[in-house]
């Protein structure tokens, strides 16, 4: 018996199905209107970043924000701008009402706008519960599930009158628990409960609140991991890859877009069937 490639298949729409263990190709983004402007938190890189490009791709001018990555985020607006879109760089610490207010002050003065928000910004810190400091919990809860909180406050106010879409990046985490990072559980879990209320409560305004929960996911703290351990992660996943910051951007794209319009208050994972 011979050792071969699993041929691909046709898929029932004609198209080909990418061989098992591969990554899909780049699917094209649905289009938004003229002048639609989307804000994404943490965007200076990782998913962030991957969220900014494929919004800008998507035809969306974008509001790239960072909290200590200056030169990166300036180097994703400059990507921005090369689409032919418009782009600016705003610094705030997202668990910072004042920061955050500063913020959204800024969109304002640009853009008088806003349709889309991307709330991506978030940390880790992990350690066991029983050894867990009350400030190492504070601060993964501060910047992941308050500052969740801020952003959406300031994002219904401006979507008020004219509707738009909010899409939270959550993680698998806070769907099944990770032991060792109860924090960062918990903020992920909090935002999935935020974002299903929230989407009831501003319905009728036309505005949708959706989750996206990202799996294993090829980031920089993914890349730092010890290889013996990033292959027992791999192995849990039923596909037997990670995903592509790619991969979760184009998720969070077909979400924010005119496609999704009939779709609120849900969480899409993108983990290669992890939590099916």
Known sequence: MTDTAPAATTTPEGTTAPEAGTARPDIPAPPFAPGTVALVTGASRGIGRGCALALARAGCDVVVHYATQES??????????????????????????ADVKELFKAI???????????????????????????????????????????????????????????????????????????????????????????????AERSIRVNVVAPGFTETDMLRGMEPRAREQLVAMVPMKRTGSVEEVASAVTYLASPAAGYITGKVLTVDGGLTS
């Not at 921005?80 to 705030?92: C, L, Q």
């Not at 350690?127 to 190492?136: C, E, I, P, R, V």
């Not at 601060?139 to 879409?165: D, P, Q, W, Y």
């Open 72 to 97: 990166a985020a300036k180097e994703v607006a400059e990507e921005i701008r090369a689409m032919g879109r418009e782009a600016i760089t705003v610094r705030a610490d997202v668990g910072v009402e």
């Open 108 to 202: 304002r003065a640009q853009f008088k706008r806003l349709d889309v928000v991307v709330v991506n910004s978030g940390i880790t810190a992990d350690g066991f519960l029983a050894t867990m400091s009350l400030d190492k919990w504070q601060k993964v809860i501060t910047t992941n599930l308050t500052g969740a909180f801020l952003t959406c406050r300031e994002s219904v106010k401006l979507m008020h009158r004219t509707g738009g879409s909010i899409v939270m990046i959550g993680s698998t985490s806070g769907i099944v628990g990770q032991p060792g990072q109860l924090n960062y559980t918990a903020s992920k879990g909090g935002m999935i409960a935020l974002a299903k209320g929230l989407a009831r409560e501003v």
